[in-house]
């Protein structure tokens, strides 16, 4: 039963022509499915409107080739032919009572245009963002009018798919309506540059075109960044952001609100927390009359509620959060709270777009897997077997995910755990800088693992090949699941050297599994942080260092400080805090040996060596998988006990890989599965002439 409380949540709301069920608004995001795979994407949608969801959106859909975004994934609506991929997702929505909303765009010099070849344009003659080797032209008053055609005839195509809300969308320094209100994009001298009124021209006449086609019949929403976050050069929220909203209050019938880039607007939970946002896009509400929805990545319903009653928003928009869990609206309408799966803000959803590949999940494994493999958020099929027993050794995230997934399925489970605590790295890693809200990877699982009776838990539960066995013949498991996880090495070999380095032992070298296990990083002497890793750790041990006022260098054979952290939208955030901190950092070198008490650099395309001195090297390269008991029991498991590991002592990836990897197990066991077959349904490009 629903707590009264949030009875507000569940209230319709009027969104011009259309109503949605209730405040629950899934903004567009990226998910790397996009028009290559039509059918995971409505899947995908619906499942989130089966969630209960009120408004589902698409990502961003490409109005024309002349803003085509390969190698990213997105939405395509060039013309008619690709009506019936869309169609899917419109019905998918609708399948389940929700309103379907789509993100039109042109994204001018945003978009490189690398498949179709046509010049890029710009609102004025700029160099791109990125570093592709071309420049976008300066558009002329017909390219001007061309756009406005043909985001109209977009917009009609969607209404005629069968979408309810169609967005005009100026956010995100992406959108060509945002480069046109931008000081720092825009210095045209004619009617479309110079004053705000003439900056704005273009997005109102996007708003108005878009209300004439199709207003009535959809709703016309509007995204925008009220602040760009880049001082007094750009849009800010009491400044010109401000004035837009007020200049364009009532035009829209839905004003979607947040800040720009996308780097800002969606904070990894190290640099923001719930209901970050808010103090940007609060004004909005009182500056028009028309329904609000914002984002913050809100999980807790309180939260929620609070935006809603205290006039911050109308409706509660989520990306992550809905990615983390579909079925968010409807636990919390069910009464179920303490079942969602809470959004850890680690990112690792937008690597997917960033790297042209279906979207994940740390703590939602089906994530991007409702098509292809059938996977559902909230259902797993029941074994055909439930009389074989699983032992899990391991408490980490894939044993975690592997013994809930497996007890959901009827199966006897136990899981043991060598330590203290279940939670394994997750646990660990959620103790440093920033990294709190991962330790719901663990305390999700752990709270749903309570209410399964047919699951045993026991930590301080060391096993050994014997032991393993011993405990599954006197249990009547069948089964045994290896989740062992794996442990960072101190020996230097890495992505930039295949070789051990040499270490005279003048210099005490640690790893990140010796600072977690509670090695003092508080010790007089400086710290030299070696990053062969170039995801987050390197980053967050010098922050730790760093503020525990030790002397901390950063050395990364890398171009920059945690570059694989691109993808997850956090790698400026992140040098730019440990500058702030004071912390040395070092590009581009490799450590190549420590002798008497000082490392050795090495530049990575060779030149002269340089020395630092230092009391302690952390090694943040590679990680070896503790694989000793598969070996063991490999040999002395026999015919009657099958053994699988999964997750880091397999193959050591991120926290997300091992979760899939936990869940997999678990929906595979039991079931025939042909090596030689591929493992999930494939969407094939139509062919013609």
């Known amino acids: 039963m629903r707590d009264p409380r949030y009875d507000i949540l569940f209230e319709p709301v009027q969104i011009g022509p259309v109503t949605a069920r209730n405040r629950f608004y899934q903004v567009p995001h990226c998910n790397g499915l996009g028009h290559l795979y039509p059918r995971g994407e409505a899947c995908q949608r619906g499942v989130k409107a089966e969630g209960g969801w009120g408004v589902v959106s698409t990502q961003e859909v490409e109005i024309h080739p002349s803003s085509e975004w390969s190698p990213y994934i997105e939405g395509r609506l060039w013309d008619d032919g690709d009506m019936k991929r869309l169609q899917l997702t419109a019905d998918a929505v609708h399948a389940h009572g929700s309103l379907a909303a789509i993100e039109i765009t042109h994204n001018g010099h945003a978009s490189a245009n690398l498949y179709s070849r046509i010049p890029p344009m710009a609102v004025a003659a700029m160099q791109f963002d990125t570093m592709e080797p071309m420049q976008p032209y300066a558009m002329t008053r017909r390219d001007i009018a061309d756009v406005r055609r043909w985001h109209r005839r977009a917009a009609l195509r969607a209404r005629d798919i069968g979408f309810d809300i169609i967005y005009v969308y100026a956010a995100h320094d992406l959108a060509l309506p945002f480069h046109f209100l931008s000081r720092r994009r825009n210095t045209r001298a004619d009617q479309y540059g110079g004053s705000l009124e003439n900056r704005a021209r273009f997005l109102r006449e996007l708003l108005e075109d878009t209300r004439d086609a199709v207003g009535g019949s959809c709703a016309v929403a509007l995204r925008f960044a009220v602040d760009e976050l880049a001082g007094e050069e750009g849009i800010t929220a009491d400044g010109e952001g401000r004035e837009v909203v007020e200049m364009l209050a009532e035009l829209p019938d839905l004003w979607d609100v947040n800040i720009s880039d996308w780097t800002n607007d969606s904070l990894t939970a190290r640099f923001g927390g719930e209901g970050f946002q808010q103090p940007y896009t609060a004004f909005v509400k009182s500056a028009t009359t028309k329904p609000v929805v914002g984002v913050g990545r809100f999980t807790s319903p309180d939260t929620m509620v609070s935006m809603v009653k205290n006039g911050a ?90 013994a809930m997934s497996l007890g959901r399925r009827g199966l006897r489970v136990t899981l043991a755990e060598a330590g203290e605590q279940f939670g394994g790295r997750a646990l660990r890693e959620s103790a440093l800088p920033g990294l709190a809200t991962w330790r719901r990877v663990a305390d999700y699982r752990l709270g749903q693992l309570q209410k399964l009776t047919n699951v045993e838990l026991f930590a301080q539960s060391e096993l050994n090949a014997e032991q393993a066995l011993e405990f599954a013949d006197s249990s009547g498991a069948k089964h045994i699941v290896l989740a062992t996880g794996a442990e960072w090495t101190r020996d230097g070999i890495g992505r930039a050297r295949r070789a051990q380095m040499e270490d005279d032992g003048s210099m005490k070298v640690l790893t990140p599994d010796d600072i977690m296990a509670g090695e003092n990083f508080k010790e007089a002497g400086a710290a030299l942080i070696y990053d062969d890793d170039h995801y987050y750790m390197g980053g967050v041990l010098a922050e730790l260092f760093a503020r525990a006022d030790a002397e901390v260098t950063l050395v990364t054979p890398a171009a920059e ?39 050795e650099l090495q530049h990575v395309n060779g030149g002269g060596a340089q020395t630092i001195a230092a009391a302690r090297a952390v090694m943040v390269t590679a990680r070896r998988p503790r694989e000793g008991l598969w070996h063991a029991l490999s040999k002395n498991a026999g015919e009657k006990i099958r053994v699988a590991r999964i997750g880091d002592c397999l193959a050591p990836a991120t926290i997300a890989a091992a979760v899939y990897a936990g869940h997999r197990c678990a929906r595979e066991f039991g079931e025939e599965i042909d090596a030689d077959a591929v493992p999930f349904k494939r969407e094939y490009v139509e062919t013609g002439e």
């Open 313 to 402: 928003l109308d409706f509660i928009g989520a990306a992550r959060p809905s990615i983390a869990d579909p079925f968010l609206p409807k636990k919390i309408e069910e009464g179920r709270v303490e079942d969602i799966r809470e959004c850890i803000g680690c990112n690792i959803c937008a690597s997917g777009d960033m790297t042209g590949r279906p979207i994940c999940c740390t703590q939602n494994p089906t994530m991007g897997e409702e098509y292809r493999r059938d996977w559902h958020p909230e259902k797993i099929p029941p074994a055909r077997d439930k009389t074989a027993g699983v032992l899990v050794i391991g408490g980490g995230p894939a044993g975690l995910e592997a």
């Open 561 to 599: 400080v945690s570059a694989w952290t691109r993808n997850t939208l956090e790698q400026a955030h992140i040098e730019r805090r440990l500058r702030k901190l004071g912390v040395r950092i070092i590009e581009r070198h490799i450590l190549a040996r420590i002798r008497g008490g000082e490392a």
